[in-house]
Structures are given as structure tokens and as C-alpha cells.
């Protein structure tokens, strides 16, 4: 049996059990198996793998995205740049931290970079990055390889470049491309938003909200009544997903 699985302290409904257990059947991968793991604490981990037999592969969710990395004996270049993993690959004992947000976003973002910019101008697309955690870690790293100018938006003056108050018309009308990747409009919450001045929205606005529950957020309903060009967190899930499995396939090659 070939096991893989989530770790994360609140597991209730997980996108990645369903994701993996259909892809397994689909696959028709009978000795394969996908289980959520509820840890109190990320110091159980050493224990989960000592114990589960045939495991292979694990997500990594929050609260231990970072948390998790003194357990590992190796990480990927691009989960080191990001400071935190989200896909563990266990391979004759040895654990390797990988973090395939960076790819989520890239396939997400890359076929758009070209349209950011209006016709005919040589002016940089230039964009504002809502929250410094995890996500937007990726985001950032991503951004600077397609050499978009961004700027990170805080509570804290000393983690971001630019803290909320800061959020005027003037900020949002020259940022014509705005990612949420914080956690505010999530379900329950779902009439929540980020706090900006949504009236200085336009058509050549483009909205990305790596919340993907609900499908769309309160975020992305202010910039389509704008007439902004709206895209959700989902098609990054899948990514992200689809770049774990290349990931934990790779080890069978
Ligand atoms: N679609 C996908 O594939 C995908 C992938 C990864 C994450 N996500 C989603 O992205 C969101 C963030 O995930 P994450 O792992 O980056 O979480 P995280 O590490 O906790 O970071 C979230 C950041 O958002 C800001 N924030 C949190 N609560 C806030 C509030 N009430 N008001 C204003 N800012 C707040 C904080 O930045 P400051 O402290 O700087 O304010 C925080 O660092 C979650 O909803 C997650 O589900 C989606």
C-alpha cells in the first residue's frame, strides 16, 4: 500500500482527500491511499511517520506550513526561497519539503502577464500583494520572476511595504493588478473583504483571490461590479495539487 496524506491541526472538510482519493480511483491506483492526519502538535510528526506504514507522500496545512521544517533533512530551492512547505516527500526515510504554491500561482498568473500592460505602452504592470504569510511568499517569488513591480500590503509596517491605512483611490487606480492572499472573505465570513477603496476599480483592473471557498468571494463581487477582470483560487488548488502528485511520482522514476 502506498500511502500519502494532509497534516494540519483542524482537518474538518479537506480539498486534498477528495482531490487525491478521486485521482486515485480514476487512476485506478487500488494500492493507493490518501488520509488526513489531525496533529495537536507538529512535534507528533516524527511519530506519524514512525508508525504509519508505506507512506510516501504529505500535504502540509496550516498552522504547520513553516512549523514543519526542523523535521526535514532536505528542501526543495524553491520551498527554501519561500520559507515554507506545503508538500513533504518521504523516500527511504529521508523527508524533503517542497512548496508547490509556486507553481500553483505561476500556471495561474503566467498566460495573463502579457495582457497587464495597455496597449502599445512599455510601462510595467504593477500590482499590490494583500498579506505577507505563506501564500504570499509564492505570490512575491512569482511576481519576480515575470518582473512584475509589487508592493506588499500589512498590518504591520515592519512586514509589508505599505500598510492598510495607506489604501487610497490614488494606490488602487495605478495597481491595476490586486491578489488577495489573506484569509479574509473565507467561508464562514463570506461578506468579508479586504478594506480598499473598491469605487477606484476599473474595466483594466484584474482581481486574483487565492480564497477558493466560496468560489467567488466579496472581493472579487466588488471588482466584477467594476467591470474588472475577476479569477478565483480554485485553478491554483488544482495546480498546486497536480504539481504535488508530479512531485511524489518523480520518486518512482
Ligand atoms: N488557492 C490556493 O491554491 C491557495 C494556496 C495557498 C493559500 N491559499 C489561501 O490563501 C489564504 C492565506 O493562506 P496562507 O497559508 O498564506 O496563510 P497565512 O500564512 O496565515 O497568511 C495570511 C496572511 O494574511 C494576513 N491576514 C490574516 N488575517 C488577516 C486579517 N484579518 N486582516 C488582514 N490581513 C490578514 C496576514 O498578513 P499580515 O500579518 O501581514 O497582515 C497573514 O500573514 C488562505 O485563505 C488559504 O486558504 C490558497
Redesign the pocket.
Given at each position: 500500500m502506498q500511502r500519502y496524506g494532509l497534516i494540519g491541526r483542524h482537518l474538518g472538510h479537506s480539498f486534498s482527500s477528495e482531490h487525491f482519493s478521486k485521482r486515485f480511483v480514476k487512476e485506478g491506483l487500488k494500492d493507493h491511499r490518501y488520509d488526513l492526519f489531525e496533529l495537536a502538535d507538529i512535534a507528533e510528526l516524527p511519530e506519524l511517520l514512525r508508525t504509519t506504514r508505506g507512506l510516501r507522500g504529505l500535504n502540509v496545512t496550516?498552522p504547520y506550513?513553516e512549523a514543519v521544517i526542523p523535521f526535514l533533512d532536505e528542501m526543495d530551492p524553491l520551498a527554501a526561497a519561500g520559507g515554507a512547505v506545503n508538500t513533504i516527500v518521504i523516500d527511504n526515510g529521508r523527508i524533503t519539503g517542497h512548496n508547490t504554491?509556486v507553481a500553483?500561482f505561476r500556471s495561474l498568473i503566467s498566460p495573463l502577464v502579457p495582457t497587464l500592460r495597455d496597449p502599445g505602452s512599455d510601462i510595467k504592470a504593477r500590482a499590490l500583494v494583500l498579506?505577507?504569510?505563506?501564500?504570499?511568499r509564492a505570490v512575491a517569488f512569482v511576481l519576480r520572476e515575470l518582473g512584475v513591480r509589487f508592493r506588499i500590503v500589512?498590518?504591520?509596517r515592519e512586514?509589508?511595504d505599505l500598510t492598510w491605512d495607506l489604501m487610497d483611490p490614488t494606490v488602487v487606480r495605478v495597481c491595476r493588478l490586486i491578489i488577495n492572499?489573506?484569509?479574509?472573505g473565507?467561508f464562514p465570513n463570506v461578506e468579508e473583504a479586504?478594506p480598499l477603496p473598491y469605487a477606484a476599480l476599473t474595466a483594466k483592473h484584474t482581481l486574483i483571490d487565492?480564497?477558493?471557498n466560496p468560489k467567488e468571494t466579496a472581493f472579487l463581487k466588488h471588482g466584477r461590479s467594476h467591470g474588472a477582470r475577476i479569477i478565483g483560487?480554485?485553478g491554483?488548488?488544482h495546480a498546486?495539487a497536480d504539481e504535488a502528485w508530479r512531485i511524489w511520482q518523480q520518486q518512482d522514476n
Amino acid at each position: 500500500m502506498q500511502r500519502y496524506g494532509l497534516i494540519g491541526r483542524h482537518l474538518g472538510h479537506s480539498f486534498s482527500s477528495e482531490h487525491f482519493s478521486k485521482r486515485f480511483v480514476k487512476e485506478g491506483l487500488k494500492d493507493h491511499r490518501y488520509d488526513l492526519f489531525e496533529l495537536a502538535d507538529i512535534a507528533e510528526l516524527p511519530e506519524l511517520l514512525r508508525t504509519t506504514r508505506g507512506l510516501r507522500g504529505l500535504n502540509v496545512t496550516v498552522p504547520y506550513k513553516e512549523a514543519v521544517i526542523p523535521f526535514l533533512d532536505e528542501m526543495d530551492p524553491l520551498a527554501a526561497a519561500g520559507g515554507a512547505v506545503n508538500t513533504i516527500v518521504i523516500d527511504n526515510g529521508r523527508i524533503t519539503g517542497h512548496n508547490t504554491d509556486v507553481a500553483g500561482f505561476r500556471s495561474l498568473i503566467s498566460p495573463l502577464v502579457p495582457t497587464l500592460r495597455d496597449p502599445g505602452s512599455d510601462i510595467k504592470a504593477r500590482a499590490l500583494v494583500l498579506g505577507s504569510g505563506g501564500a504570499s511568499r509564492a505570490v512575491a517569488f512569482v511576481l519576480r520572476e515575470l518582473g512584475v513591480r509589487f508592493r506588499i500590503v500589512s498590518r504591520s509596517r515592519e512586514r509589508g511595504d505599505l500598510t492598510w491605512d495607506l489604501m487610497d483611490p490614488t494606490v488602487v487606480r495605478v495597481c491595476r493588478l490586486i491578489i488577495n492572499t489573506t484569509p479574509i472573505g473565507m467561508f464562514p465570513n463570506v461578506e468579508e473583504a479586504p478594506p480598499l477603496p473598491y469605487a477606484a476599480l476599473t474595466a483594466k483592473h484584474t482581481l486574483i483571490d487565492l480564497v477558493y471557498n466560496p468560489k467567488e468571494t466579496a472581493f472579487l463581487k466588488h471588482g466584477r461590479s467594476h467591470g474588472a477582470r475577476i479569477i478565483g483560487g480554485l485553478g491554483m488548488l488544482h495546480a498546486q495539487a497536480d504539481e504535488a502528485w508530479r512531485i511524489w511520482q518523480q520518486q518512482d522514476n
